[in-house]
């Protein structure tokens, strides 16, 4: 229960992509089984990044990915902040590689992306059709504005 509590907080985190280094803050929606960056720096506000816990093929603790090279300053983080996150289909991976605060954080995401990624699995049809259906529906609604 204490890791359940623990993501009900956003987490302050950096996302990197590319070069770039983006100020975002972590959190799971637990309706939809989805773990969201939202933007936090620069006084802009919005979805940075979704990935669907079911799509996540492989969590990795430390800077193993190309995103941590180039010109954003990755050296600032240990090893022991950083994640990376390997989703999709399992021939097209994408990563999402994030540095957190502190090893702590690190540590908590690790847990926690390990404990709600089994609770689906564990979880019956008709609640699996209404996750499906609540995601569907949120879609179509953002899809309309």
Partial sequence: ?????????????WR???GKKIAVELSIRRET?????????D??????AGVSLHDIRELRRGKRSKD????AD????ADSQCLVLLHGDEF?????SLALASEADAVKWVDGVGFFRSSPLAASYP???????????????????
């Fill in 127 to 145: 609640f699996r059709l209404s996750v499906w259906i609540f995601r569907t529906f949120e879609w179509i609604r953002e899809a309309g504005e």
């Fill in 16 to 18: 990197f992509l590319a």
């Fill in 33 to 41: 089984f989805e773990i969201v960056c939202f933007r936090s720096g």
């Fill in 43 to 48: 006084g802009v506000r919005g979805l940075e």
């Fill in 74 to 77: 990755g050296s600032t983080f």
């Fill in 1 to 13: 229960m204490d890791i359940v509590q623990g993501f009900l907080d956003r987490t302050e985190a």
């Fill in 92 to 96: 097209q991976l994408q990563t999402l």
């Fill in 68 to 71: 941590f090279q180039g010109g």
